[in-house]
């Protein structure tokens, strides 16, 4: 078969398999196996030279780790290490502990259990990150500290290599060649690696883009990428880790964004296709020959790496919710896996039957990733459910100031900020207990209560409060506290934000009259600001800005009344839309132009 015709395959299940696995809430890296699987050898055998596709989809996990050392500048790493060196350390050698003894139980020597337990510590870089990203959680606690881990894990890739040839019995094994000079080396070519980095590559990057021309740039990018993962191979490091060690070097540089934009298309291609040979290269007849021993291996290396990590994510003060995120996360086996047993099978470590069986349950247990990520979040849910709600804080009868702000977020902060400085007292209510605790880290004093029940209301002084500001992000309870403000406290003025215009119009049905949307003045302020950078006079820009807003807010009225027929709500935006573009360019402008600079506008014209 043609390169071309395998090309379009590849392409193909891609397109037919990613979506639906998306759509079904199971993510895109489940969808790459699955149409690897489909594609491979053990099912439509469209594709049967897995072996050479493997290899040359690894560059994406060399791409992956380019662009997350991008992202991660030094001063960042360095404050990662106790992260790296203790979080890391500790799961690598504990999950490695264990299931050594296990190996042992099971009747291997101690040699082989002991590559199988360190080999099975591993986790896939590239299936984590990728989840994690596609989930948006790699900023979140478990999601750095799974990154620490999986850095420890390619470090530990250097001690790793160099022990396998130690424990082999084969004398042609033990003499070819001294591990510990090759540790060395692959110390040495670290060191190169950076220092050149510092004084070479900024350089000549610089002599690249002076010359404006993008492609080039793009390749010098590449060949970056790939020369230093090809000097980390020759010394038996992992190509990952020479890749990430590129990125980070470059992180300080002018050059980063610029990089990181052009070599995103290829790594989201080429980890896509490595996540389908992935699938085309699990041995589906492992599976139907010795299914529950497959089966007791998954569920085995999962469990046991997933309790590992559970329990040190709680030593090291994550959340319940943060450690079991971070055990599903990393519960799999890694890529590195392949590479170290296939080493141990040579050296005489490991027979050929236990690699193969270790191969399919490590292929599986990726597999099964994005499922126990689901089942955490599903757990998560119901355990949160079940814990008993924290009581409401008891608000003081003494207190009642004139202006109550519902709903501490960004919005609220800021007007609460305003008011306290200018000396008017206030009562914030929230209902998030974790933003309220760290609000009040901050000094500030706010109540934790659902401001949608009359009693909680009533506690705060509603009634003889003069304003009420209903800053609650959810649209669905700011509708429903301003039905009981408007219900039973009618004669307090209501302030209610807005997320979108049909969030205002809901607001309006109810009869809040004081509606802000929270994205117009500052999209108004940026349009203004663009204006002038493109040459409008600072005066006519604001005249414009002005103009808008005046007739948007007319135009909200108008639509208020049929926002709920879907075919007069098109032909009224189409209208304002003519009516706009007459306002804003039309020939009048130049016999207003004097007067407009003293137009003072009040809202009362928009009634």
Not at 127 to 139: G, M, Y
Not at 369 to 386: E, F, S, V, W, Y
Request: glycine share 8%.
């Amino acid at each position: 078969m043609s390169l071309l015709a395998q090309v379009a395959i590849f392409l193909a299940a891609a397109v037919l398999a990613v979506p639906v696995f998306r759509r079904l809430k199971l993510g895109a890296v489940l969808g790459y196996l699955a149409a690897g699987v489909i594609i491979g050898p053990w099912a439509l055998r469209l594709v049967t030279d897995v072996e050479s596709i493997l290899h040359f989809a690894e560059l994406g996990v060399v791409l992956l780790l380019f662009v997350i050392g991008l992202e991660l500048q030094p001063s960042r790493l360095w404050v990662l290490r106790k992260a790296v060196f203790g979080l890391g350390g500790a799961q690598v050698a504990l999950t490695g502990a264990i299931l050594a003894a296990i190996g042992l139980a099971l009747g291997q020597s101690w040699q082989s259990a002991l590559v199988m337990g360190l080999g099975l510590a591993m986790s896939s870089t590239a299936f984590v990150l990728q989840v994690l990203a596609e989930r948006r959680q790699l900023t979140a606690r478990h999601g750095r500290s799974a990154f620490a881990i999986l850095l420890f894990q390619d470090l530990s890739v250097i001690p790793l290599l160099a022990l396998i040839p130690l424990l082999s019995s084969a004398p042609a094994v033990q003499q070819s060649g001294n591990p510990w000079l090759a540790a060395g080396q692959a110390v040495a070519v670290i060191a190169a690696v950076i220092l050149g980095g510092r004084l070479l590559l900024r350089p000549v990057l610089r002599v690249i883009a002076e010359s404006r021309i993008q492609e080039i740039l793009t390749a010098a990018a590449l060949l970056v990428v790939i020369g230093v993962s090809l000097l980390m191979v020759g010394v038996g490091l992992s190509m990952s880790l020479g890749a990430f060690l590129a990125g980070v070097l470059l992180a300080d540089s002018e050059y980063r964004h610029e990089l990181e934009a052009n070599i995103e298309p290829f790594k989201g291609l080429l980890l896509g296709l490595f996540f389908i040979s992935v699938g085309m290269a699990a041995d589906v007849g492992q599976v139907l020959d010795r299914p529950l021993l497959v089966l007791a291996g998954v569920i085995g290396l999962m469990g046991v790496k997933a309790a590992v990590l559970y329990v040190l994510g709680r030593l090291s003060r994550h959340s319940a919710d943060s450690s079991r995120a971070l055990a599903a996360s990393l519960c799999q086996g890694g890529e590195f896996a392949f590479v170290l047993f296939a080493l141990a099978e040579g050296s005489q470590v490991m027979d050929r039957g236990l690699v193969d069986l270790l191969v399919v349950v490590v292929t599986l247990s990726m597999a099964a990733t994005p499922l126990a990520l689901l089942a955490t979040d599903i757990i998560g849910r119901r355990l949160r459910a079940r814990e008993p709600a924290k009581p409401f804080d008891t608000i003081d009868a003494g207190e009642q100031p004139p202006v109550i702000i519902a709903g501490f977020g960004r919005v609220g902060q800021i007007v609460s900020r305003i008011l306290l400085a200018r000396g008017i007292p206030i009562t914030a209510l929230d209902i998030d207990p974790a933003q309220v605790e760290t609000v009040r880290q901050f000094g500030r004093k706010v109540y934790y209560g659902d401001a949608s029940r009359l009693d909680l209301l009533q506690a705060a002084g509603t009634e003889k409060a003069k304003l009420f500001v209903l800053a609650v992000d959810n649209v669905e309870k700011s509708l429903l506290i301003a039905e009981t403000l408007k219900k039973h406290f009618p004669h307090v003025k209501v302030f209610a934000r807005a997320r979108n215009r049909f969030h205002a119009y809901r607001l309006m049905d109810i009869g809040v009259e004081y509606i802000m949307r929270e994205t117009l003045l500052s999209s108004l302020q940026m349009a203004e600001e663009v204006l002038q950078a493109l040459g409008t006079p600072a005066w006519q820009a604001r005249e414009i800005a002005e103009r808008f807003r005046l007739h948007d807010e007319r135009i909200l009225q108008v639509q208020h009344a049929v926002y709920h027929d879907e075919t007069q709500l098109r032909q009224t935006s189409r209208e304002a839309m003519q009516e706009l573009d007459a306002l804003l360019r039309g020939d009048r402008e130049d016999a207003q132009a004097d007067g407009a600079r003293h137009t003072v506008f009040s809202p009362s014209d928009i009634r």
